[in-house]
Nanobody, 122 residues
Framework: QVQLVESGGGLVQAGASLRLSCADS????????MGWFRRPPGKEREFVAA?????????YYADFVKGRFTISRVNAKNTVWLQMNDLKPDDKAVYYC??????????????WGQGTQVTVSS
């Protein structure tokens, strides 16, 4: 069974970088596509980035993170990362990783982590 645990969140200043990690302790997520979503304060959960399953490695990004965030995965390590550069105060949110079908829709993902908080001060 897929069991996702995020880590790497924290409080940083605008312009700084963070790398979020999502580890699959169930060691079964390698065939799934993986996505990162976020829930800003008072808003709905929104798509951030996704990467296809297996060895495909195709990646997709929301427009507001293109050029700043990079998603990557190493199946042998059962881990997906989200490298976030040039963080902005609007990036403040709880960030979630998810496993499922590559998509921008939350309903296409079957497994979710508990989330990690990212706060960016101006």
């Amino acid at each position: 069974q897929v069991q996702l645990v995020e880590s790497g969140g924290g409080l940083v200043q605008a312009g700084a970088s963070l790398r979020l990690s999502c580890a699959d302790s169930g060691r079964t997520a390698s065939t799934y596509s993986m996505g990162w979503f976020r829930r800003p304060p008072g808003k709905e959960r929104e798509f951030v980035a996704a990467i296809s399953g297996g060895s495909g490695g195709m990646s997709y990004y929301a427009d507001f993170v293109k050029g700043r965030f990079t998603i990557s995965r190493v199946n042998a390590k059962n881990t997906v990362w989200l490298q976030m550069n040039d963080l902005k105060p609007d990036d403040k949110a709880v960030y979630y990783c998810a496993a499922g079908s590559v998509s921008t829709r939350t309903t296409d993902y079957y497994y979710w982590g508990q989330g990690t908080q990212v706060t960016v001060s101006s």
